[in-house]
Nanobody
Framework: VQLQASGGGLVQAGVSLRLSCTAS????????MGWFRQAPGKERELIAA????????YYADSVKGRFTISRDNAKNTVYLQMNSLKAEDTAVYYC??????????????????WGQGTQVTVSS
């Protein structure tokens, strides 16, 4: 199983960025997916999750209204559209695949497979 995240970078506050995560070696369409982030000196946190067909989503309060999670099961890819980026969004962003099921997964132990992380740095 491999989750390959991409799209991170160094940007200025206020701009947008889209992260992508392409999965291989698993039945992507049967897996809820999530995006986590870990800022320096902080614990990793779930910021967005999506169920198997995209009908259900979850967002942490810190990103609600600015970030959008989506997926394309035909491409085995989950996306995180990040708008109005702030300095406090600076972190390493990880995509993760949860255990099989139809609902959302909002607890970290439910996630079985992890990508390598992509750095997002927002300068103010």
């Amino acid at each position: 199983v491999q989750l390959q995240a991409s799209g991170g970078g160094l940007v200025q506050a206020g701009v947008s960025l889209r992260l992508s995560c392409t999965a291989s070696g698993l039945t992507f369409s049967s897996r809820p997916m999530g995006w986590f982030r870990q800022a320096p000196g902080k614990e990793r946190e779930l910021i967005a999750a999506i169920n198997w067909n995209g009908a259900m989503t979850y967002y942490a309060d810190s990103v609600k209204g600015r970030f959008t999670i989506s997926r394309d099961n035909a491409k085995n890819t989950v996306y995180l559209q990040m708008n109005s980026l702030k300095a406090e969004d600076t972190a390493v962003y990880y995509c993760a695949a949860a255990n099989r099921g139809f609902g959302l997964r909002t607890s970290e132990p439910a996630y079985e497979y992890w990508g390598q992380g992509t750095q997002v740095t927002v300068s103010s």
